[in-house]
């Protein structure tokens, strides 16, 4: 049964900083995995998919790394801003697009 | 173009009852997932459909059940609601295709359903 971890679970870190959220999961027979944001009370909006083919994905100030073997995904965010304020989860994507999810770390980041 | 879009967005419901959530999926988007959020238990797999076919199934009671329909909108009934039903219903499209043809999932804003 997929496992899927998030450390840490919430992080403070003023405006401008450079941070790593970390993602573990304990079967990688994965096919991709995916890294979304939600805001309070919203749906999830995609941020990047890394194929099981791919190491890392780029997407304006974000990038995320995927290595299979060790069963392990990060997302680094550079310069970060207040509108970074959310919770980001992790899904590892398994079989006809079942995502298993992580529970998420919750970011604020203070002017 | 238009993104993934669940009606109603906010439903409230007594014990017993039943409901009915609906999802419109991207344009061309021909898998739709269903998923629970709860604060307890965080983000859980309901089912999946593709081609009006329920491919995969998570480890809910019958209470919960899903259909697809040929325009590709998907709809989920749960029955006999439970104090415990209370959460928020994302429903999530994809364009995907066989097994391991797993593709980008898009989210709807999500259906907060209350039980009371």
């Known amino acids: 049964k997929q496992e899927v971890t998030q450390i840490p679970a919430a992080l403070s870190v003023p405006e401008g900083e450079n941070l790593v959220l970390n993602c573990s999961f304990t079967d990688s027979a994965i096919y991709n995995l995916q890294w979304f944001r939600q805001d309070p009370g919203k749906g999830l909006t995609s941020l990047l998919l890394i194929q099981s083919s791919q190491r890392e994905q780029t997407s304006g100030r974000l990038n995320a790394s995927l290595d299979k073997s060790s069963g392990r995904s990060t997302l680094y965010i550079a310069a970060s801003q207040p509108g970074d304020s959310a919770t980001y989860l992790c899904a590892g994507v398994g079989g006809f697009q079942k995502l298993v999810f992580g529970t998420g770390t919750r970011l604020l980041v203070s002017p | 173009k238009a993104g993934v879009t669940q009606t109603p967005r906010y439903l409230i419901k007594t014990r017993g009852q039943q409901v009915t959530l609906s999802c419109s999926p991207i344009s061309g988007h021909r898998s739709v997932s269903w998923y629970q959020q709860t604060p307890g238990q965080g983000l859980q797999f309901l089912f999946e459909?593709?081609?009006?076919?329920?491919?995969n199934k998570g480890n809910f009671p019958g209470r919960f059940s899903g259909r697809q329909f040929s325009n590709s909108r998907s709809e989920m009934n749960v029955s006999t609601l439970e104090l415990g039903d209370s959460a928020l219903y994302l429903c999530a499209s994809s364009l995907s295709g066989g097994r391991a043809m797993n593709t980008e999932a898009f989210f709807g804003q999500g259906t907060r359903l209350t039980v009371v």
């Open positions: 459909y593709f081609s009006e076919t329920q491919r």
